[in-house]
């Protein structure tokens, strides 16, 4: 029988293997950030150990960063101890970051694709859940709790139990308007958040070969919010066209055969997944959510659900208090909700595609009366190439807010906060309650739906527009 | 670490499912460099409700968190762990874990034990009943144990050896780092370093 994708690189990576034990993986490349790994570095300090492979390791600043006056001190004085401990701990152990006001500083998920550090078949992990994002490259990507953060700077290994296997068909052609982060809510709302629990999701078919790398990106982002730790999809030419020209892509011989060893990564015809389901591209229409987690999705051209209509009682109960939560009554139009707050960026939609499409639905219009919209570019390097297409100005003219690279408005963490009761259309990953600030309420969408809401000032897609 | 055995101790009978880190531990919690004074951040959003059950005066004390089906979703966040163990959790039993949370705990040396849905719902009826219930959770027998019910769990034995002898995972791959050095030796030449920062 033939392997799987993720059984392949799994293969590739193992250093140890004992009956009873958990494989021994080796880490090909290790991405840190200042919030899970401070108390890393403390661990290793006390024990007196070293960073193994800091020439495997890269650290940027993104989760706690502001996006406005970044050349100016933080005025956290708790985000600043968090930011100066990490860049001490890169400065005391060797490894190479990118602080703010770097060109190369972004979102750690945005800067390792666009160094071309993140390649095929590697085994990349990071103290962030949405390392899944970098399986679009046919990596095996997932993130780490501060202890294993600890565990790879020290060994430059992890000790990991095998995940089973799911494939996820998405066959056909995608209809306009329709984008990735359509297909990743519309296969979460399906699955549900445990869906993917315990299993390394495979993207595949020919909806998915047709999406570009950064699309693809925006899909293995968000496998973990299905419960899944890493998703992928096996490289083909796009991979190889996206990575030639990127600083640390391979050179000469080192490209050959890199290319020949990345074309091998593909799962066998034979190979047999544990799980796999099956969506056809064309009933796949512009998605949103209206609950807390993102299982809680349904097509924008719908209604917000009925509690009561739900047979599981779990499903039901949840879907009660999440409609209290968001301020939601059942059966009002999805496109009816007022929105206050539009958020384009994050890890998961702050590529430069996603900032060209939403330039393009906003170009020449006004952003809606009382509507707030931010755009922050996923790096510094997003936003130079914006700026250099003109699109910041786009988003000025329209109304909205231009600013630095970060993790921004996705979590709460950093100043750009939702306040009690404010509603958002959020391209960003979560919806959990307070998310983006205490009391805050998320809708999340695809940077189109972001685009025409922020036009409309109602939950709403380009198509409305007309 | 510390060895876990087996524990006793009063239950929180958490009824909400979905439980993210998110609310575990909101995100402005995380600004610290250490991994003690979590605990004030523990479900701050929910504990802001005087209606909460962490604010019932029953439940103070309570070291054992009973809580619905995907505890756990979401952020890698350990110090969402933290946070629990800062505030005096030992275990955490549901019927079903998200994964990061979970290796988390068994590295932290949280016991996450996972009992079927409807021995979950026989716990939550029996401690809203008689609050100061006492539950024990036993690691080397495998059970849970309350009253007169006895309810036995699973868990990979390499972890439960781990957890019972308060081993650190690196210490354990220490003694094999020959492997390692053996697989690096092997490493294609085409993976790609970070230094020297190619820009």
């Given at each position: 029988?033939?392997?799987?994708?993720?059984e392949?690189?799994?293969?590739?990576?193992v250093?140890?293997?004992?009956?009873?034990?958990?494989d021994?993986l080796?880490?090909?490349?290790?991405?840190?950030?200042?919030?899970?790994?401070?108390q890393?570095?403390?661990?290793?300090?006390?024990?007196?150990?070293?960073?193994?492979?800091?020439?495997?390791?890269?650290?940027?600043?993104d989760h706690?960063?502001?996006?406005?006056?970044?050349?100016?001190?933080?005025?956290?004085p708790?985000?600043?101890?968090q930011?100066?401990?990490?860049?001490?701990?890169?400065?005391?152990?060797g490894?190479?970051?990118?602080?703010?006001?770097?060109?190369?500083?972004?979102?750690?998920?945005?800067?390792?694709?666009?160094?071309?550090?993140?390649?095929?078949?590697m085994?990349?992990?990071?103290?962030?859940?949405?390392?899944?994002?970098?399986?679009?490259?046919?990596?095996?990507a997932?993130?780490?709790?501060?202890?294993?953060?600890?565990?790879?700077?020290?060994?430059?290994?992890?000790?990991q139990?095998?995940?089973?296997?799911?494939?996820?068909?998405?066959?056909?052609?995608?209809?306009?308007?329709?984008?990735?982060?359509?297909?990743?809510?519309?296969?979460?709302?399906?699955?549900?958040?445990?869906g993917?629990?315990?299993?390394?999701?495979?993207?595949?078919g020919?909806?998915?070969?047709?999406?570009?790398m950064?699309a693809?990106?925006?899909?293995?982002n968000?496998?973990?919010?299905?419960?899944?730790?890493?998703?992928?999809?096996?490289?083909d030419e796009?991979?190889?066209?996206?990575?030639?020209?990127?600083?640390?892509?391979?050179?000469?011989a080192?490209?050959?055969?890199?290319?020949?060893?990345?074309?091998?990564?593909?799962?066998?015809?034979?190979?047999r997944?544990?799980?796999?389901?099956?969506?056809?591209?064309?009933?796949?229409?512009?998605?949103?959510?209206?609950?807390?987690?993102?299982?809680?999705?349904?097509?924008?051209?719908?209604?917000?659900?009925?509690?009561?209509?739900?047979?599981?009682?779990?499903?039901?109960?949840?879907?009660?208090?999440?409609?209290?939560?968001?301020?939601?009554?059942?059966g009002?139009?999805f496109?009816?909700?007022a929105i206050?707050?539009?958020?384009?960026?994050?890890?998961?939609?702050?590529?430069?595609?996603?900032?060209?499409?939403?330039?393009?639905?906003?170009?020449?219009?006004?952003?809606?009366?009382?509507?707030?919209?931010?755009?922050?570019?996923?790096?510094?390097?997003?936003?130079?190439?914006?700026?250099?297409?003109?699109?910041?100005?786009?988003?000025?003219?329209?109304?909205?807010e231009?600013?630095?690279?970060?993790?921004?408005?996705?979590l709460?963490?950093?100043?750009?906060?939702?306040t009690?009761?404010?509603?958002?259309?959020?391209?960003?990953?979560?919806?959990?309650?307070?998310?983006?600030?205490k009391?805050?309420?998320?809708?999340?969408?695809?940077?189109?739906?972001?685009?025409?809401?922020?036009?409309?000032?109602?939950l709403?897609?380009?198509?409305?527009l007309? | 670490?510390?060895?876990?055995i087996?524990?006793?101790?009063?239950?929180?009978?958490?009824?909400?499912?979905?439980?993210d880190?998110?609310q575990?531990?909101?995100?402005?919690?995380?600004?610290?460099?250490?991994?003690?004074?979590?605990?004030?951040?523990?479900?701050?959003?929910?504990?802001?409700?005087?209606?909460?059950?962490?604010?019932?005066?029953?439940?103070?004390?309570?070291?054992i968190?009973?809580?619905?089906?995907d505890f756990?979703?979401?952020?890698?966040?350990?110090?969402?762990?933290?946070?629990?163990?800062n505030?005096?959790?030992?275990?955490?039993?549901?019927?079903?874990?998200?994964?990061?949370?979970r290796?988390?705990?068994?590295?932290?040396g949280l016991?996450?034990?996972?009992?079927?849905?409807?021995k979950?719902?026989?716990?939550?009826?029996?401690?809203?009943?008689?609050?100061?219930?006492?539950v024990?959770?036993?690691?080397?027998?495998?059970?849970?144990?309350?009253?007169?019910?006895?309810?036995?769990?699973?868990?990979?034995?390499?972890?439960?050896?781990?957890?019972?002898?308060?081993?650190?995972?690196?210490?354990?791959?220490?003694?094999?780092?020959?492997?390692?050095?053996?697989?690096?030796e092997?490493?294609?030449?085409?993976?790609?370093?970070?230094l020297?920062?190619?820009s």
């Amino acid at each position: 029988m033939g392997k799987t994708l993720s059984e392949k690189i799994w293969a590739d990576h193992v250093v140890r293997s004992a009956a009873g034990e958990p494989d021994l993986l080796y880490i090909d490349l290790h991405l840190i950030h200042e919030v899970t790994s401070p108390q890393a570095f403390d661990g290793l300090r006390l024990a007196g150990r070293k960073v193994r492979r800091p020439d495997l390791t890269i650290a940027t600043e993104d989760h706690n960063t502001p996006t406005l006056n970044i050349d100016k001190p933080i005025a956290d004085p708790v985000s600043k101890l968090q930011i100066d401990t990490l860049r001490n701990n890169a400065k005391e152990f060797g490894i190479r970051i990118h602080s703010l006001g770097d060109i190369d500083q972004g979102i750690v998920h945005v800067v390792g694709p666009q160094l071309g550090i993140t390649q095929p078949g590697m085994t990349i992990v990071c103290g962030d859940s949405h390392t899944s994002t970098h399986g679009a490259f046919g990596a095996l990507a997932f993130g780490i709790g501060t202890s294993q953060v600890e565990h790879v700077l020290a060994t430059q290994t992890l000790p990991q139990s095998k995940p089973k296997t799911m494939a996820i068909n998405v066959d056909g052609t995608l209809k306009p308007g329709v984008t990735s982060k359509d297909i990743i809510l519309a296969i979460i709302a399906q699955i549900g958040t445990g869906g993917g629990q315990g299993y390394v999701l495979e993207y595949r078919g020919s909806a998915i070969r047709a999406l570009s790398m950064e699309a693809r990106m925006t899909i293995c982002n968000m496998s973990i919010e299905a419960g899944a730790r890493a998703g992928l999809i096996a490289p083909d030419e796009k991979t190889f066209e996206y990575l030639k020209s990127k600083p640390h892509a391979p050179q000469g011989a080192d490209w050959d055969a890199a290319v020949e060893y990345w074309k091998t990564l593909n799962s066998d015809a034979d190979a047999r997944f544990d799980h796999e389901i099956t969506l056809k591209a064309e009933d796949i229409s512009p998605f949103i959510t209206w609950g807390t987690n993102p299982g809680q999705g349904a097509p924008l051209d719908g209604k917000v659900p009925n509690p009561a209509d739900i047979a599981d009682v779990e499903d039901r109960g949840a879907a009660e208090r999440a409609l209290e939560y968001m301020g939601l009554t059942a059966g009002t139009p999805f496109k009816e909700i007022a929105i206050d707050t539009v958020f384009l960026g994050s890890c998961t939609n702050g590529r430069i595609e996603d900032l060209r499409s939403a330039a393009q639905i906003l170009k020449g219009q006004k952003i809606a009366p009382k509507l707030r919209m931010l755009v922050v570019p996923g790096s510094a390097r997003v936003r130079l190439q914006a700026e250099a297409e003109g699109l910041d100005k786009v988003f000025l003219d329209f109304g909205a807010e231009w600013r630095q690279a970060g993790c921004s408005m996705c979590l709460g963490m950093n100043p750009d906060q939702l306040t009690v009761g404010e509603r958002s259309a959020s391209t960003s990953n979560r919806n959990f309650e307070g998310r983006q600030g205490k009391g805050g309420r998320t809708h999340l969408v695809s940077p189109l739906v972001a685009a025409a809401t922020a036009i409309r000032g109602t939950l709403s897609s380009p198509a409305d527009l007309n | 670490m510390e060895k876990f055995i087996s524990h006793t101790g009063t239950v929180l009978p958490l009824r909400r499912t979905n439980v993210d880190t998110d609310q575990i531990i909101p995100a402005v919690y995380l600004k610290r460099v250490t991994k003690s004074g979590f605990e004030d951040g523990l479900f701050s959003a929910w504990r802001s409700d005087p209606e909460f059950v962490m604010n019932k005066p029953e439940h103070k004390g309570a070291t054992i968190l009973v809580a619905g089906a995907d505890f756990g979703t979401g952020s890698s966040r350990e110090h969402a762990v933290w946070a629990l163990q800062n505030y005096g959790f030992k275990v955490v039993l549901s019927s079903r874990f998200a994964d990061i949370f979970r290796g988390n705990s068994q590295k932290a040396g949280l016991l996450t034990v996972i009992i079927p849905q409807e021995k979950i719902e026989v716990l939550w009826a029996a401690v809203e009943v008689n609050p100061s219930l006492e539950v024990s959770v036993d690691l080397d027998a495998k059970n849970v144990r309350f009253a007169d019910e006895v309810i036995g769990f699973e868990i990979d034995d390499y972890t439960r050896w781990r957890l019972m002898e308060g081993l650190d995972d690196i210490g354990l791959t220490l003694k094999n780092i020959a492997d390692v050095d053996a697989f690096e030796e092997k490493r294609p030449s085409f993976k790609p370093q970070t230094l020297p920062a190619r820009s």
